[in-house]
């Protein structure tokens, strides 16, 4: 029945796997990047973010993307002074609708990339504000300006990126 | 109900990982009295423990190579032109010896003019340098890791600074490394003053990641390229360091009367490579105290008053009857520091004894009886309108003690350490009788 709503052909819906080296060190390689190049403008690149929605979209299981998802967040969240979690769970959401949505969408075009890595930036960004706000105590402030500027930003990064992690999918 | 499980597996396991996480989430807020309260919870999280206890490592070696390259070119690079710049340096150091002389005068004169005013201000006695080896590497948190750890003397609340300025401060320290909020962040805060209005506020960190002083009234006059300083009343900064500088100042929107001041911070937040943490801070004014130049206000003035005639112990009491229990110092005694009640004519000076006052009577702690301080009030009475300026004792407080009442035995902390048995503190005489009009 899945194939009456689905907009891909059943090549485009294949799962994709990947080796353990790739499946682990690509996220850490993205945390790492993240925390130690101390340049100003990839504060307003959300690698580790971006390394979720490629695996999530990828491999089209929402168990397994919800995972990779929720551990690249718990580890992002030790960076970061606040508690512990805030970025597991918003990935964690990120990574069960990245998988989902390719189950259903052609999300291997570069624009379908751009529009879906815009869309998950601003998703993300929306739950990490409301768990900060709701749950935290938190007082952060949802600048609209900044919050497209990131998801521009991100969008355009994940048609880059996106194109160099294809190559390590192992095909069938 | 197996059937259920099956078709709902993804979303039933997507609720039950975020419900593990929002558990884990909710153990680690803090309640609003607690967190008042300074109640820090059960520290720092295991996992954040254990990501930067294994990434701090890798990136120690990264950032020391890079270091390496780059100190090995700018090596190079400095050599030349060595010469011309130590001749330069030479005359700066000579001209900075010059002005140092006149610093150290204005310091000491500080100094003085601190210990009269009993002002406490801390200064910085021992700094650990550090390297900035990783940030948070989100907008939501301003935060960088530094290589040095508990390990190095870190701990939790230090003040981190740079030559050009306050940084931020330790938030969780590790074996290896520490992890620093910086100033502008939105959750930090440090207590500022503008350097020339000497306008006191609080500096905050925005969500973009400026620096903003609120809660300044909009009728104060704040002028753009004003420095900022802090004021050290956080407890945390030391006085006097550079915050940043005043680059505007607009009406607050959300408080009407207040305004918004943005800082341009001193030091540069995005390029941090070293910085310098406060690990040891000394107070001032003990070791200004303890110096032997610095002067009590009281000692200056019981120097310039007539001093009380020494007393002798074996002197019969005065008909008046205001003698037994009369400490024989002072009618108005000081207060200082410590809840110690104090005469300015026998203040402990280091060194042990009376210093340069004369001790009234020698005894235990208790009120001496002393006939010569009941001469001396003796004295007083016979010349009520002298006002105490030549007979009375010196420190006598020209308004007479309006009646009769019990005088308290001793100062509480007469037979402190700082107060030698020999040299009893003298007591308030509280029961110095009224003179006759």
New interface residues.
């Given amino acids: 029945m899945n194939s009456s709503v689905s907009l891909t052909s059943r090549e485009e819906i294949e799962v994709h796997r990947f080796s353990w080296p790739v499946s682990i060190g690509i996220p850490v390689l993205a ?2 990047l ?3 190049l ?1 340049i ?1 403008f ?3 690149l ?3 973010l971006l390394v979720t929605i490629f695996f999530a979209v990828a491999r089209r299981r ?2 397994p993307g ?2 990779t998802g ?1 551990l690249i967040g ?16 918003a990935k ?2 990120v990574g ?1 609708l990245g998988s ?1 949505l390719g189950v259903k969408v052609d999300v291997d075009n570069p624009g379908s990339r751009f529009l879906m890595t815009f869309a998950f930036v601003l998703i993300h960004r929306f739950i ?1 504000m409301a ?2 706000l709701q ?3 938190g ?3 949802w ?1 609209w300006s ?1 919050t497209l500027l ?1 998801a521009l930003v991100n969008g355009l990064a994940a048609v880059v990126l996106f194109a160099a992690l294809d190559k390590f999918k192992l095909r069938n | 109900m197996e059937n259920f499980f099956s078709r709902y ?2 979303p039933l ?2 609720m039950a ?2 419900f593990i ?2 558990v ?3 153990t ?2 803090k309640r ?1 009295e607690s967190a008042r309260a300074g109640n820090t919870g059960s520290g720092t ?1 295991l ?2 423990v ?3 206890t294994a ?1 701090t490592p ?2 120690k070696v ?1 950032v020391s190579t890079g270091r390496f390259f780059r100190e090995g070119w700018h090596n190079y690079a400095d050599l030349r032109g060595i010469r011309q710049q130590n001749r330069a340096l030479q005359d700066e150091v000579a001209r900075l010896q010059m002005e140092q002389v006149r610093l150290k005068q204005d310091a000491d004169q500080a100094r003085r003019l601190q210990v009269l005013l009993d002002f406490k201000e801390n200064f910085i006695t021992k700094t650990v340098p550090a390297q ?10 301003r ?3 530094i290589d040095k750890g508990s390990h190095d003397g870190i701990k939790p609340d230090m003040a981190v600074i740079t030559p050009d300025g306050i940084v931020g401060k330790v ?2 320290v590790f074996r290896l490394s520490s ?1 620093v ?1 910086l100033i502008n ?3 930090s805060g440090a207590g500022v003053i503008l350097e020339h209005s000497r306008l006191q506020g609080i500096v905050k960190g ?3 990641g400026e620096l903003q002083i609120d809660g300044i009234m909009s009728d104060e006059k704040v002028e753009a390229g004003e420095r900022v300083i802090t004021s050290g009343g956080d407890r945390i900064y030391p006085k006097g360091y550079a915050v940043g500088t005043v680059i505007g100042a607009t009406p607050d929107r959300d408080n009407d009367p207040f305004l918004v001041i943005k800082i341009k911070p001193a030091a540069d937040l ?3 490579e070293e910085v310098l943490v406060i690990t040891e801070m000394a107070d001032n004014s003990r070791s200004a105290a303890s110096g032997p130049a610095p002067m009590r206000a009281a000692d200056i003035l019981s120097q310039r008053l007539p001093s009380v005639p020494k007393v002798d112990p074996n002197a019969p009491k005065t008909p008046g009857g205001a003698t037994a229990n009369v400490p024989a110092a002072t009618a108005s005694p000081t207060p200082t520091k410590g809840n110690k009640l104090v005469s300015p004519g026998t203040e402990q000076k280091p060194g042990g004894g009376a210093g340069s006052a004369k001790p009234l009577a020698a005894g235990t702690g208790t009120a001496p009886t002393s006939s010569s301080a009941s001469k001396a009030i003796t004295e007083v009475k016979k010349q009520p309108g002298s006002g105490g300026a030549t007979a009375a004792p010196a420190s006598a407080s020209p308004k007479p003690t309006p009646k009769k009442t019990k005088a308290p035995t001793v100062a509480p902390d007469a037979t402190t350490p700082e107060q030698p048995a020999t040299a009893p503190t003298a007591t308030p005489a509280a029961n110095q009788e009224k003179p006759p009009q």
């Fill in positions: 945390i790492f993240q925390v130690f101390r100003r990839l504060a307003i959300d690698l580790p929402p168990i919800m995972i929720a718990t580890l992002q969240d030790a960076w970061t002074g606040h508690p512990i979690g805030l970025f597991g769970i964690t959401i069960y989902s990490y768990i900060s749950l935290v105590g007082s952060e402030a600048i900044h990131s | 597996k993804n396991a997507l990982v975020l996480q929002v884990a989430l909710a680690q807020v609003p999280r996992i954040r254990w990501t930067v990434f890798v990136e990264f900035v080896i990783a940030t948070s590497g989100t907008e939501q948190s935060l960088i890791t938030k969780d992890q909020l962040d939105h959750d925005t969500p973009l995005n390029r941090l």
